[in-house]
Each structure stands twice: as C-alpha cells, then as structure tokens.
C-alpha cells in the first residue's frame, strides 16, 4: 500500500501509521513547503508545540473563520472555549471544566446506554448501509443533549442540524456546506438561547443550567447568554465527532483483532482499557492546529509570527520513546500517555463523556451479536483534514 502524500491526506488514509512513524523518526518537526506550514510529529515536538504560549488555537488577525462572518455560525465559534486565548479563556474553562465535573463516568455510561438501546432499535444500524455511522452520531448527540437539558422531542432535528454545522466549520467545506451549516447554526442557537431565556424549561441539573452559574459566577455580572448557548453547542459539536470516530475505530479494531473480541466478550469490563487503547493506537482526532503570534523559539526551531503548526497527535501517540512497540495493541500498557484529546489549557475536558457514549454504542453492537468479520475489510473515512471516522456502508465494511 502507498503511503500518504501528507500528512493532512493521512488522515483518511486507510494505513497511515507506518507513514506517521517516518515522520516521528525522520521529521520530527519540519516545514512543509507544499502545504505552507510547520509539522509537529513526535510527542517532544507535539508537547513543545502545545504548551508554548506563543502558539495559540486561531490566528491573531481572524479569531472566526471569514467564510463564517456575518452568521450564527460566527457567533457560536467566537464564543467557543477551544477557539479562545487569553484573558477570555481562563473563566470559559473554569466554567466549562467545573460543568463536566458534576457528571461522573457512572452517570455518563448510564444515559449511553439508555441512548445506545434506544437508537439501535429505532435505526436498525446492522442492517442497513450506512446505518452504523448514523448510529454513532446520534448516539453522542442524543446522549450530550439529554445533559445538556435539550427537551427530548427536539433532539432528532437537533442531530441533523448539529450534522450541518460540524461540518461548515471545516476548513475544506465546500460553500454549500458553509451555507448550510450557516442556516444550521442560526437553528440551534435560536434553540439554545430560547431555553435559556425560559430557565423554567431547563432542570436544575442540566448542564446548560450548571454552566450558566458557573460562567455568571465568574463573570462578574456580565450578560453570559450567548457564551453558554456557544459553549453548550460546542460540547455537543466536539462529542458528535470524536464520539463516532471512537466508536468506529473502535469496532474496527475489535473487528481485525478477534483475541481481543473474544476476551472482551468474555469480560466486558476490559472495554474501557480497550477503548483507551484504541485512543492511542487509532485515535478519532489525528491533528490540531496552532498559529504563532510572535517571533520565537518553538520547539528548538526559530518561527515567525503568522506561522501555523499542524500537530499530529496521532503520531505522537505512537512515539516509541513514550510508548514502546507502538504499533503492538496493548490494553494494558503500562504509563499509557495518550495526545488525543491535548493536553495543557486547551486540554479537551471530555474524554469521560467521549468514552462513555461510544463505550455504549461498542456493547450494544456486540450484544446485538454482528459478524465483525465484515467489518475487517476495506473502509473508507468521512472526509477531514483531523478526524478519523469509518464510514460502515458498503462491501466488506458493512455489517
């Protein structure tokens, strides 16, 4: 099989570890002329990267993305907690990090399940194409909004709307899908900020009520609307992608690992150290992006401002020096210290979410008794430039 041409192509490349591994020992860190920008591979590197303070998560001249200006798309992503520096940032995470720490890994695998029940009855995913990655989708979609507080007769549209959106934030969205989730975005924010107006709606408990104190709390009296109608969306757009590229990466693995199928069929308790494994091993975010906003010394290399770093978390995953025999699969590796979801201030806070839903969705496939064997063939991926998802539609990736 030929390798990637680059590293963003690897992506949804149907083997690109080997290619990765190059570039860990080759080219650490390197600028690509072809793309127009630098390459972070190896965990020192993706470290450096993602904790100097001159690297931020959006350029300094365009904090929204300009296909996005002039839409609720745009107000949605100014607001976002991941897509902020600075003095913006800290209270939004504090906010955000305190919110997710009232729901336990116990109450999150609970609601999955609920969802996972519920939505492989009414969707029917082995057996139709393309039903296992409508699955995964709403699985993390349904399961975030129920704790968000999203009354439960509007999460169908929602989960086609949060479809729509995810994908205009892409950088590589084609301007019908920018239109799109334009139109999608006003939809959801309309929603968002309904509910939160009518607080009566909301319970109590309810994440979008838990964030709303939290983030009024530590804002000194400002109006906070329209930060936590963002950042309730972005929970939910963050776990509709990671949440279905871990459930599908999953599966695959369980799929062209049959002793590890077999054990963990035997014992389903060993799903988390899989699942966790598969994080490292073929995780759903592969890169993440940074912009360099002075001239500085970045990971041993000189930069300049306007720089932008690609940080290929799913190479520094697979560093041997952090994990040895990276490529062997090991649910019980020891020091495991996996990327996927960052690491430093913009450390992604919802990896227990991530895993409890696609945990879910995985038990529920494999109590529904599937033939993975059709799942070891070829697959392709959902089009990205940084999340890896298996689309289960046709041929040998179908169950």
Known sequence: M?????????????????????????????????????????????????????????????????????????????????????????????????????????????????????????????????????????????????????????????????????RCLAPASSPEQVERGRVAAGQLLGLFREWLSARSILPEESLLSVLARELGHRSGGQDVGDAVAANGIGLMSQAYEAGAGLFGNTLRALACLPEWRERVSSDPGLLGNVMREVLRYDPPIQNTRRFVVRDDVVAGEQMKAGDVILVVLAAANRDPRVHPNPERFDPFRPDRETLSFGTGVHACPGEVLALAFARAGVERVLMSRAPFESLTGAVTYRTSANARIPLFETGSARL
């Open 2 to 166: 030929t390798l990637p041409q680059s590293p963003v192509a690897a992506v949804t490349h149907p083997e690109p570890y080997p290619y990765y591994a190059r570039l860990v020992t080759d080219r650490p860190l390197y600028h690509d002329p072809e793309l127009g920008l630098w390459v972070a591979s190896s965990a020192e590197a993706v470290m450096a990267v993602l904790s100097h303070d001159a690297c931020r998560v959006r350029p300094v001249l365009e904090p929204v993305p300009r296909a996005l200006l002039g839409s609720s798309a745009a107000d949605i992503f100014r607001h976002l907690v991941r897509m902020n520096d600075g003095a913006s940032h800290c209270p939004l995470k504090q906010a955000v990090s305190a919110t997710l720490g009232t729901v336990d890994e116990a109450r999150a695998l609970e609601l999955g399940r609920k969802w996972a029940r519920r939505l492989f009855e009414e969707l029917a995913p082995a057996a139709l194409p393309g039903g296992l990655t409508d699955f995964a989708f709403r699985l993390s979609v349904h399961g975030v909004g129920e704790l968000l507080g999203v009354p439960e007769a509007h999460l169908p549209r929602v989960a086609d709307w949060m479809s729509d959106f995810v």
